[in-house]
């Protein structure tokens, strides 16, 4: 049982390119995010999706685009890279069918934008 | 911005010593607090959580103290171990959200052995 499987595990980016941070659950889960994590910052929320088809935006979702074409992919795009978008990425997902179902998080990306 | 405070942000103890950990949180509309555990290139993971209709929850070495008056809960981690080293995030989930937590910014244990 994989989980929540995230690619690439570490990437360097100039400024202005774009990439997509890939991440796939094989758990069924109707919810997924994704987060960022900057040293002594915490998790913060950029995105999140309650099902196929329906996303919405966290708290920090400028620079970012996602899509939900599968239960199972939660893709986040950056598309013109900024120093300021260097952080570690962590997706995750739940089954959101009560308060207390637990986020899945997987390894995460470390991206580097120079 | 709703928001989550933690407190400290290192802690070093001696092994078997006692962990403690502290947040404090701004927004009434939580009610669900959950702790992650974070160790080095891993991903978060649920450590213990707690609802707001009561003051305690322990599992095995892990409790947290719940004060609603106050808006404070705490990790308590007993006879703490090397292996206890990690990064510790408390966390709360507002009422009527898609379910999403709002972090604290994380305490970095170290247990000396």
């Known amino acids: 049982n994989a989980g929540v499987t995230q690619t690439p595990k570490f990437r360097i980016l100039k400024i202005g390119q774009s990439m997509t941070l890939q991440c796939t659950q094989d758990m069924n889960h109707n919810y997924m995010y994704w987060y960022r994590q900057d040293p002594g910052m915490g998790l913060k929320l950029i995105y999140y999706s309650v099902g196929a088809g329906i996303t919405d935006k966290g708290e920090v979702p400028n620079g970012y685009n996602v899509s939900r074409s599968t239960t199972e992919d939660f893709p986040l795009r950056l598309e013109l890279a900024a120093p300021s978008q260097t952080s570690v990425y962590f997706c995750?997902?739940?089954?959101?069918?009560?308060?207390?179902?637990?986020?899945?998080f997987g390894n995460g990306t470390r991206l580097t934008v120079t | 911005q709703q928001q989550v405070k933690q407190s400290p942000q290192s802690l070093i103890v001696q092994k078997g010593g006692i962990s403690i950990i502290n947040c404090a949180y701004e927004?009434?509309?939580?009610?669900?607090f959950p702790w992650y555990q974070q160790f080095p290139g891993k991903g978060p993971a649920l450590l213990i959580a707690i609802r707001p209709d009561v003051s305690e929850k322990k599992e095995g070495r892990f409790t947290i103290s719940f004060n609603k008056s106050a808006k404070q809960f705490s990790l308590h981690i007993m006879d703490s171990q090397p292996g206890d080293s990690a990064t510790y995030f408390c966390?709360?989930?507002?009422?009527?959200?898609?379910?999403?937590?709002?972090f604290g910014s994380g305490t970095q244990l170290t247990v000396l052995p």
């Open positions: 995750a997902s739940s089954t959101g069918q009560a308060n207390n179902s637990p986020l899945h």
């Open positions: 966390a709360a989930r507002s009422i009527g959200s898609a379910r999403q937590l709002t």
């Open positions: 927004n009434t509309a939580f009610d669900y």
